[in-house]
């Protein structure tokens, strides 16, 4: 298996939803990262998980809570989203060992709030 | 800090020409550098990379030298087709800590292949 899987593909939500985003993976990579997209952008990273801990937070709102509950999934917890909070949302795995390596993304999740 | 430039789109070619996307590098130390290609509704692909320099990263007819002297990574393919059409990404690697990574990206160059 060499797909990472996101779950919704779509996701509307209002402004007072709580929601969450959903990533799984199988490659054994120990590293995993959410990115968000606007359109015409390039990816902006948000935050990483190294061996289930989280490495780097990108100074992100206190809105998006990021879980890692295991070596294979990793969930990002919305609530209290805003309208500028639209956008694609990317969950990409890693081995940790290297960074020659890439990325391996999933194919997003297209977050609407409204 | 570091940072990735690439030329501007969009690109318009016509089948079987020949393109170049150009990408230039600022880093510390010595980075990975990365393709990647973005189609339509879809995540990013890794297209190719390359960990050090004089490296040659290829894939699908596309090539990329990892250029130290000049600090580039220009794409290059011989023949595009109409399913190249995309959006491609020069990246390159920060290591940080001690798990995981952070790559950046440049803006992004907009491919059009017409038939």
């Known amino acids: 298996d060499t797909e990472v899987t996101q779950t919704p593909k779509h996701l509307v939500m209002g402004m007072t939803n709580k929601k969450s985003l959903k990533c799984e993976q199988h490659?054994?990579?120990?590293?995993m990262y959410w990115y968000k997209q606007k359109a015409k952008k390039p990816p902006e990273l948000m935050f990483v998980?190294?061996?289930?801990?989280?490495?780097i937070n990108e100074s992100v709102p206190s809105r998006f809570s990021p879980e890692c509950p295991n070596s294979s999934l990793l969930n990002l917890h919305l609530h209290a989203l805003q309208p500028e909070d639209s956008a694609l949302y990317l969950c990409?795995?890693?081995?940790?060992?290297?960074?020659?390596?890439?990325?391996?993304f999933g194919s997003g999740t297209r977050l609407t709030v409204v | 800090g570091n940072s990735v430039t690439q030329m501007e789109g969009p690109v318009t070619l016509s089948e079987e020409a020949f393109l170049t996307i150009n990408c230039t590098y600022t880093?510390?130390?010595?980075?990975?550098l990365f393709w990647y290609v973005q189609y339509p509704g879809e995540g990013l692909q890794l297209l190719l990379k390359?960990?050090?320099?004089?490296d040659k990263g290829s894939n699908k007819g596309f090539e990329a030298t990892y250029r130290k002297e000049t600090t580039s990574f220009h794409l290059e393919k011989g023949s595009v087709q109409v399913s190249d059409s995309a959006v491609y990404f020069c990246a390159l690697s920060d290591r940080r800590g001690t798990g995981g990574f952070k790559t950046i990206f440049g803006a992004g160059t907009r491919l059009f292949v017409k038939a």
């Open positions: 998980y190294s061996y289930e801990k989280l490495s």
């Open positions: 490659m054994g990579h120990r590293a």
């Open positions: 880093a510390t130390g010595y980075p990975s």
């Open positions: 990409a795995s890693s081995g940790a060992g290297g960074d020659g390596y890439g990325y391996t």
């Open positions: 390359a960990t050090k320099a004089d």
